[in-house]
């Protein structure tokens, strides 16, 4: 696919972090882009820096996501690329004793369902709405209608203690990868997934120095955090590369990640 400005993206949480650094690469195409993303303050002034649309949206939401892509038609056109960025992340157990006084507990379902709802089925419910929309387009001279990029994580592999969630929520985005893009091939809309390792995003960023060191010295080569922008340009090669279908990429390092 040709990036210019004859095509419109959205991009989940792309605030910040990840997505943030997919908005950036985009705009320097001359992309239109949408972004979604729950904070307000921090979208919009992002928007206005990158020359975005910034919409307000909760992608566990029907309505909200609704709102969002009403919102980034009117102004953008319908879009044909989406990058799926929103995402979050627990540290439970599945059962375990409390140290001090043995107390036994198990996990909370509750939370369990609110990363499934975030990760998992807000990933879908994105692609679903937004490969509807791409149906309404023609097929552009290269051959595609639409391209989408979504984000697991190397924990959908090798997840680690206390990532039962995490890593169920990101398994769910790496499983339905390829159903997905064979539901969408006859109608020329392709779809890739990146497995993320260790990303200098703002979740990292604000630990102290030397734990950061720690976790570089992980990798396996290069021995530090990935940079966002690492991550956006494999997303645009996901998008600009014709036969790049129904993948899912590794992009850490060659970390492979511990038990803990």
């Known amino acids: 696919m040709k990036l210019d400005s004859s095509v419109s993206a959205i991009v989940t949480g792309g605030a910040s972090g990840l997505g943030g650094a997919t908005v950036k690469a985009l705009r320097a195409q001359g992309v239109k882009v949408a972004i979604f993303d729950m904070n307000e303050k921090v979208g919009?002034?992002?928007?206005?820096?990158?020359g975005s649309l910034y919409c307000n949206v909760n992608v566990t939401d029907d309505a909200s996501v609704d709102?969002?892509?009403e919102k980034a038609r009117a102004t953008n056109g319908q879009e044909r690329i989406l990058v799926n960025c929103a995402g979050t992340g627990i540290g439970v157990k599945t059962a375990g004793r409390k140290k001090e006084t043995g107390e036994i507990s198990s996990h909370p379902l509750d939370s369990f369902n609110k990363i499934i709802q975030i990760n998992l089925i807000g990933t879908f419910r994105c692609i679903s709405k937004s490969a509807a929309g791409m149906l309404t387009l023609d097929v552009m001279a290269d051959g595609d209608r639409g391209a989408i990029v979504n984000t697991?994580?190397?924990?959908a592999e090798d997840g680690q203690i206390g990532q039962a969630a995490y890593s169920?929520?990101?398994?769910?985005?790496v499983g339905m990868t390829l159903p997905i893009a064979?539901?969408?091939?006859t109608e020329s809309i392709r779809v890739n997934t990146?497995?993320?390792g260790l990303f200098n995003t703002p979740l990292l960023a604000g630990l102290p120095d030397n734990v950061?060191?720690?976790?570089?010295?992980?990798?396996?080569?290069?021995?530090r955090l990935g940079d966002p922008s690492e991550y956006a340009s494999l997303a645009l090669q996901m998008i600009q590369n014709a036969y790049f279908n129904g993948e899912c990429v590794r992009l850490d390092g060659g970390i492979r990640m511990a038990p803990r």
């Open 44 to 50: 919009t002034a992002y928007a206005a820096e990158t």
């Open 67 to 69: 709102a969002g892509f």
């Open 152 to 155: 697991a994580s190397v924990a």
């Open 168 to 173: 169920a929520s990101k398994g769910g985005v």
């Open 182 to 185: 064979r539901d969408l091939s």
């Open 194 to 196: 990146i497995l993320p």
């Open 212 to 223: 950061k060191a720690a976790l570089s010295a992980t990798v396996l080569n290069p021995k």
